[in-house]
C-alpha cells in the first residue's frame, strides 16, 4: 500500500510563490513516476506536470509551463512543485499521484487514470 500526503497550500496574492510538498509513505520497493494534478470547481482533474523515477524527466501542462518546476528528493520519498507567477486561474485543489512501476514517460502520463495512488489534495488559492 502506498499513501500520499500532500502540503503546503494557501492563500496567496496574484504573482506569488508557493511549493507544494507530497510526502510518500509505503513499506514496498520498487520504481514509480509522479505526478500532479489540479481540480478547480466544476471543472475535471487536470494534469499539471509529471517526473519520471529519477528526476531525469519532467513534463508540464502547457498553461504551467515556465512557471512551475517539479522536482522529487527520493532519499526524503517526496515530490515538490515549486509554483512562481501565480495567477487566480491556478485557484484549485491539487493532488499528488503515484503510477507504480512506471519507469518511461509516456503520453498517457497525461492521463488521470494512469496513476494508481492519490493524496487527499490540498487548496491552493490564489486572489487577484
Known amino acids: 500500500q502506498v499513501q500520499l500526503v500532500e502540503s503546503g497550500g494557501g492563500l496567496v496574492q496574484a504573482g506569488d510563490s508557493m511549493r507544494l510538498s507530497c510526502s510518500v509513505s509505503?513499506?514496498?520497493?520498487?520504481?514509480?513516476?509522479m505526478a500532479w494534478f489540479r481540480q478547480a470547481p466544476g471543472k475535471e482533474r487536470d494534469f499539471v506536470a509529471v517526473i519520471n523515477w529519477n528526476g531525469g524527466y519532467t513534463d508540464y501542462a502547457d498553461s504551467v509551463k515556465g512557471r512551475f518546476t517539479i522536482s522529487r528528493d527520493n532519499a526524503k520519498s517526496t515530490m515538490y512543485l515549486q509554483m512562481n507567477s501565480l495567477k487566480p486561474e491556478d485557484t484549485a485543489v491539487y493532488y499528488c499521484?503515484?503510477?507504480?512501476?512506471?519507469?518511461?514517460?509516456?503520453?498517457?502520463?497525461?492521463?488521470?487514470?494512469?496513476?494508481?495512488?492519490w493524496g487527499q489534495g490540498t487548496q491552493v488559492t490564489v486572489s487577484s
Open positions: 499521484a503515484v503510477n507504480w512501476g512506471q519507469l518511461r514517460i509516456t503520453p498517457e502520463a497525461r492521463r488521470a487514470d494512469e496513476y494508481d495512488y
Open positions: 509505503t513499506h514496498a520497493y520498487g520504481y514509480y513516476s
